[in-house]
């Protein structure tokens, strides 16, 4: 089983509707993120956060919301979904390291959302 | 903001060294560099992280000169399945919002 697992994979919806994304992961993190990317183009960071109390916005959090139910699950939101949120978004989980750095992101497979 | 900038693409054959540079002219005291594998659909994969000098595991080496103000990723004696986008990332990952994935290198592995 994969370490951070997506939740779907692909997923097709109309302009307006609600979607959420689902990511849980069993490396034990405490750290976790939510990035976009669209063709051609690298990831951009969403939301992340560092535990369970924390949430942060990162370079693009507009039309998007977070939840961190748990240290294991974290959860991207689109209110209301429009046609130039159709991208593959990532989830990935990091933890601190010996000399306190932050470690190595750790991705799940993607989730390919399509607006229609 | 620790900018990045690599090379948008890079064509290599099979069994060379491949040496891919990131220049990082803005990079703090802190930050640490890292590289990241992509294929296709995939997420991202770590390859290698460094603050000075060299570093070497079993996929790849990062040379790093004394003012850190560029890197060298070096992948020795490619195959096919080399073939991907690596992302050169700057940050000290305290901020995780600092840590920025630019559009990466990709590079092609011939026959």
């Known amino acids: 089983d994969a370490d951070v697992t997506q939740t779907p994979r692909n997923r097709i919806t109309k302009t307006g509707k609600r979607i959420m994304l689902e990511c849980s992961q069993t490396?034990?993190?405490?750290?976790m993120y939510w990035y976009r990317q669209d063709p051609g183009l690298g990831l951009r960071l969403i939301y992340y956060s560092f535990d369970v109390k924390d949430i942060n916005k990162g370079e693009i959090s507009d039309g998007y919301s977070v939840s961190r139910q748990a240290q294991a699950k974290f959860s991207l939101s689109l209110e209301s979904a429009i046609p130039n949120q159709t991208a593959l978004y990532f989830c990935?989980?990091?933890?601190?390291?010996?000399?306190?750095?932050?470690?190595?992101?750790?991705f799940g497979e993607g989730s390919r959302l399509t607006v229609l | 903001l620790a900018k990045t900038t690599q090379p948008i693409s890079m064509d290599s054959y099979e069994g060379q060294e491949v040496n891919i540079t990131c220049s990082h002219n803005n990079i703090a005291t802190n930050d640490y560099i890292t590289w990241y594998q992509q294929f296709p659909s995939q997420g991202p994969r770590f390859i290698i992280q460094?603050?000075?000098t060299k570093v070497t595991n079993e996929v790849a080496s990062l040379f790093i000169p004394a003012d850190r103000k560029s890197s060298t990723l070096s992948l020795p004696r490619v195959s096919l399945s080399d073939t991907a986008v690596y992302y050169c990332?700057?940050?000290?990952?305290?901020?995780?919002?600092?840590?920025?994935f630019g559009s990466g290198t990709r590079l092609s592995i011939r026959p």
């Open positions: 990935a989980t990091s933890d601190l390291d010996v000399r306190g750095v932050s470690g190595e992101l750790f």
């Open positions: 460094g603050y000075k």
């Open positions: 490396k034990g993190h405490d750290r």
């Open positions: 990332l700057v940050g000290s990952y305290s901020s995780a919002s600092k840590i920025i």
